[in-house]
């Protein structure tokens, strides 16, 4: 009887691991590490917060998994974290907290929402990450056939913008479907490229847009380059990951050039795990915002007023340590929910 009842459980968890493989690549909110600054750096929130919030993407139990997948839904609460859990988030604190300069980061979980953030509402110039939220709103467009992907540009003077990308090297009057200008945005993180996609939009309609996804930031009168938080990044990412869920027929198209984007400061250590990026530099500002495609997916954007010389280490290094965690928390969350159906 025993060995029957063992037999069974044996059966339910192979078919728990092959629905994980399955639906795992899902989205959602829950704060944890809330360290917050206003625009003139002073400490406003120094303390270790905690929100259980309803995610936007629960997946769908089947038979005898619906127990076993209920439990996933739910977030570990603070008093069940491991000494090891604590002691990540305390070296993630350390790291933006002793950092020279500004900096920021917010985390989301993409399935249960866990939510991490240092300073995530302190506002930088966002260089070129504001090139991802209007190449999403182009693609948004194209889905509503109120814009062509095959349309065709012509590249002006009043197109140019020094910097990166190709196009600058190009003749005036060279054309360019509106999908080739989008790749070009987030692959060579073009300027001429963003420019044209920019001046062929409605200003007003972006911006409404975003704003009704919870962004707090963008542009700033008619300057197309704007502001942003890592709270925002966070939703830019957010938002590209339910968009690539919901339309699978462009998903490989738009999932190709954000794996191939130029300048990738968001990297993990030996792990081959997928990063779909979006970077933006200055000689003083320096960001980066990124979909993590591990088993449990996860967004993360990280702020900072860093110079060229210093950020790659400190980027690399907050990069591992929340992945670390991510890790710790999904380790504690799958022994948990095995003890609570299964024992």
Same mark, same amino acid.
């Given at each position: 009887?025993?060995?029957? $009842?063992?037999?069974?459980?044996?059966?339910?968890?192979?078919?728990?691991?092959?629905?994980?493989?399955?639906?795992?690549?899902?989205?959602?909110?829950?704060?944890?590490?809330?360290?917050?600054?206003?625009?003139?750096?002073?400490?406003?929130?120094?303390?270790?917060?905690?929100?259980?919030?309803?995610?936007?993407?629960?997946?769908?139990?089947?038979?005898?998994?619906?127990?076993?997948?209920?439990?996933?839904?739910?977030?570990?609460?603070?008093?069940?974290?491991?000494?090891? $859990?604590?002691?990540?988030?305390?070296?993630?604190?350390?790291?933006?907290?002793?950092?020279?300069?500004?900096?920021?980061?917010?985390?989301?979980?993409?399935?249960?929402?866990?939510?991490?953030?240092?300073?995530?509402?302190?506002?930088?110039?966002?260089?070129?990450?504001?090139?991802?939220?209007?190449?999403?709103?182009?693609?948004?467009?194209?889905?509503?056939?109120?814009?062509?992907?095959?349309?065709?540009?012509?590249?002006?003077?009043?197109?140019?913008?020094?910097?990166?990308?190709?196009?600058?090297?190009?003749?005036?009057?060279?054309?360019?479907?509106?999908?080739?200008?989008?790749?070009?945005?987030?692959?060579?993180?073009?300027?001429?490229?963003?420019? $044209?996609?920019?001046?062929?939009?409605?200003?007003?309609?972006?911006?409404?847009?975003?704003?009704?996804?919870?962004?707090?930031?963008?542009?700033?009168?008619?300057?197309?380059?704007?502001?942003?938080?890592?709270?925002?990044?966070?939703?830019?990412?957010?938002?590209?990951?339910?968009?690539?869920?919901?339309?699978?027929?462009?998903?490989?198209?738009?999932?190709?050039?954000?794996?191939?984007?130029?300048?990738?400061?968001?990297?993990?250590?030996?792990?081959?795990?997928?990063?779909?990026?979006?970077?933006?530099?200055?000689?003083?500002?320096?960001?980066? $915002?990124?979909?993590?495609?591990?088993?449990?997916?996860?967004?993360?954007?990280?702020?900072?007023?860093?110079?060229?010389?210093?950020?790659?280490?400190?980027?690399?290094?907050?990069?591992?340590?929340?992945?670390?965690?991510?890790?710790?928390?999904?380790?504690?969350?799958?022994?948990?929910?095995?003890?609570?159906?299964?024992?």
């Amino acid at each position: 009887m025993i060995f029957k $009842m063992l037999k069974n459980y044996f059966v339910v968890l192979i078919l728990f691991l092959l629905a994980s493989f399955i639906y795992i690549i899902s989205s959602q909110k829950s704060k944890i590490l809330a360290y917050e600054y206003g625009g003139d750096n002073n400490l406003i929130n120094n303390q270790l917060v905690i929100e259980a919030n309803e995610g936007v993407d629960k997946k769908i139990g089947i038979s005898e998994l619906d127990n076993f997948i209920s439990c996933y839904e739910e977030p570990i609460g603070r008093e069940d974290y491991t000494p090891e $859990m604590n002691k990540k988030l305390e070296e993630i604190n350390r790291l933006f907290a002793t950092s020279s300069t500004k900096v920021s980061f917010t985390y989301e979980d993409l399935y249960t929402g866990l939510h991490l953030s240092y300073n995530e509402n302190s506002t930088y110039f966002a260089a070129s990450v504001i090139k991802s939220p209007v190449v999403l709103y182009v693609y948004k467009l194209y889905l509503e056939e109120k814009l062509d992907l095959n349309e065709v540009l012509v590249y002006k003077p009043s197109h140019y913008v020094a910097g990166t990308g190709s196009i600058q090297y190009q003749k005036y009057g060279t054309k360019y479907t509106i999908r080739e200008l989008v790749a070009k945005t987030i692959i060579e993180s073009d300027n001429i490229a963003y420019t $044209m996609l920019c001046q062929r939009i409605n200003n007003s309609d972006i911006r409404n847009f975003w704003k009704e996804k919870g962004v707090t930031t963008f542009w700033y009168g008619n300057n197309i380059w704007g502001q942003v938080n890592s709270k925002d990044g966070a939703i830019y990412m957010k938002e590209l990951y339910l968009f690539l869920k919901e339309n699978p027929e462009l998903k490989e198209e738009i999932l190709s050039y954000y794996l191939r984007s130029a300048t990738r400061l968001i990297k993990l250590n030996n792990t081959g795990i997928p990063i779909a990026h979006k970077s933006g530099w200055t000689s003083s500002t320096i960001h980066d $915002m990124a979909i993590i495609f591990s088993d449990q997916p996860y967004v993360l954007s990280i702020n900072s007023l860093l110079g060229y010389g210093n950020f790659s280490s400190f980027f690399y290094q907050a990069s591992n340590l929340i992945n670390e965690f991510h890790k710790l928390y999904w380790d504690k969350k799958s022994e948990r929910c095995y003890r609570q159906v299964f024992e």
